[in-house]
């Protein structure tokens, strides 16, 4: 038995598993070197920016949902607390909230790679432990916002390092890795789609690793489907060529007078943003997808041919939610569901498969696979082991959690879009980014304070959303003076667990209301 939780067998059809329209065969293993280890591996692979409100995420990835999904647990409830890929990144890496290891987004003072080694939090994250422990760790594709500053930098704690040192990753081609020291160029040859050589680095990888007989961690993290990464030349043609963009009630929100200031100053161009790049980005998004779950497939068949897959545990999220039009707002960081909402399927030896119901959160992971491990989970970890769920129990959990973003500006008008927006060909700046807020979300409702870094609390604006009769987020119930006097007592038990939750560290983090 190689992990603290009875083995459950993951046997996968001898026949194979169609992924978007590749066979994979999985059949018998080939021999393997006798384990010098008994505890588990784990593949974390990790999406970029895909949401699971709006995505209709298994029926793009089959093999995804039938190889992790179907065959272990799926969190319906999985949330990223601090929605932007730097912040969230980072506390996936160290299990912590945004304001404990001081990323709250992409870059300035409070975001970005050089605030996290600055803060100190190459020392502390999952790889590092699981690398003192004696594991074999590794990483292919996106690490940190903000490498490319320091594109020679490897990490502690990283027994193989292929990450991107440019934002061209985001492009699929044209970018470079740093492959364990030395730099790789990949140019714009079908054979250099980021995805499918993030999927290569992942095989090769786990081949290797299966013949050391140490356990192993590997970090498999592509940028689909990140804007503005396109299909792979081999899907082309897809059945999304023509898809359109879910028309949810929130979509383009035709009232937004009780959404905060500067949503409503810049709706207008907001909606003209959404109006131009809606639907073709949605149909890039699920078109990247499916190279994406062809990946996973190829992961799982090496697995399997390495005599690894029953000894494995596999992790599938994203590092955030995205908007693709909800409350006229593109991009993520919002404390809306569409940003803060992600897939999250885990599969592994031990595990009930099923749903599951509880909030997991991305400052979950480290605690889990460290749990997992057998290594012990440092008592200044924010997140909580999700063992106990994935074997099928029902322990005390949260009910709430904190969400933070460290924001772009007061006015939320800080972005820039390089590329004109029809009917506003003359304007200098075009909105991409939105100001500072925190925010409690619990099972019922949504609570949101506007401008928390800018400390204007003459100004500060509020939300709060019954998420039971508004799933879609579409009335402010305090946002008239009659709403506020309502749901006072709400507000204030709400206001108080947030500034114990954007307080919190280690196990006060834990800890219910």
Not at 50 to 56: C, E, M, Q, V
Not at 336 to 364: F, N, T, W
Request: proline share 7%; with cysteine.
């Amino acid at each position: 038995m190689r992990s603290r939780v009875s083995r459950l067998v993951l046997t996968v059809a001898a026949a194979g598993v169609l992924t978007s329209g590749v066979a994979v065969a999985v059949g018998a293993p080939e021999p393997a070197a006798p384990a010098a280890d008994e505890r588990p591996n784990f593949v974390l692979i990790l999406a970029d920016d895909l949401d699971s409100a709006t995505t209709p995420l298994w029926e793009v990835m089959p093999a995804t949902a039938a190889l992790i999904r179907d065959r272990g647990v799926d969190f319906t409830n999985g949330f990223a607390p601090m929605p932007i890929c730097c912040a969230s990144r980072s506390s996936l890496l160290t299990g912590k909230y945004g304001h404990n290891t001081g990323v709250l987004t992409n870059s300035g003072e409070v975001g970005g790679f050089e605030t996290f080694v600055a803060n100190g939090n190459e020392d502390h994250t999952v790889a590092r432990y699981l690398h003192d422990a004696g594991y074999r760790t590794g990483l292919a594709g996106k690490y940190l916002n903000g490498l490319e500053k320091d594109p020679a930098h490897i990490p502690p704690g990283w027994s193989e390092w292929y990450a991107g040192v440019d934002n061209n990753m985001y492009s699929g081609y044209d970018y470079t890795l740093n492959e364990n020291g030395t730099f790789v160029h990949h140019g714009h040859r079908p054979a250099d789609y980021l995805t499918d050589v993030v999927r290569d680095k992942s095989v090769g990888f786990i081949e290797n690793a299966a013949k050391s007989g140490a356990p192993f961690f590997f970090y498999a993290a592509s940028t689909a489907p990140h804007f503005p990464i396109p299909p792979a030349p081999r899907h082309r043609d897809n059945p999304y060529t023509h898809a359109t963009v879910p028309r949810s009630p929130n979509l383009q929100e035709r009232d937004v007078s009780d959404k905060p200031t500067w949503l409503r100053d810049s709706a207008m161009i907001r909606s003209a943003i959404v109006a131009g790049v809606n639907d073709p980005d949605y149909r890039n998004r699920l078109g990247s997808l499916l190279a994406l779950d062809e990946m996973v497939g190829a992961i799982v068949d090496t697995l399997a041919r390495t005599g690894e897959l029953d000894d494995t545990y596999l992790v599938f999220t994203s590092d955030n939610g995205y908007s693709l039009g909800a409350h006229r707002l593109v991009q993520k960081m919002a404390p809306y569901e569409e940003s803060m909402r992600v897939p999250l399927a885990i599969a592994g030896p031990g595990i009930k498969a099923g749903e599951r119901r509880q909030q997991a959160l991305s400052i979950d992971f480290a605690p889990t696979l460290l749990d997992l491990a057998g290594v012990r989970v440092p008592g200044d970890v924010d997140g909580r082991s999700l063992v106990p769920l994935l074997g099928g129990g029902n322990p005390k959990w949260r009910t709430d959690f904190a969400g933070e973003y460290g924001g772009g500006g007061r006015r939320g008008t800080d972005g820039v879009v390089t590329e004109a927006v029809p009917g506003h060909e003359d304007d200098e700046m075009y909105v991409v980014d939105m100001p500072s807020w925190s925010g409690v979300r619990t099972d019922r409702y949504l609570y949101v304070r506007w401008y928390e870094r800018e400390r204007a609390l003459p100004d500060r604006e509020y939300e709060l959303y019954d998420l039971r009769k508004d799933p879609y987020q579409l009335t402010n119930l305090i946002a008239t003076p009659e709403g506020e006097a309502e749901y006072a007592g709400v507000v204030a038990a709400l206001d108080h667990r947030l500034g114990e939750l954007i307080e919190c560290s280690g196990a006060s983090c834990r800890n219910g209301p």
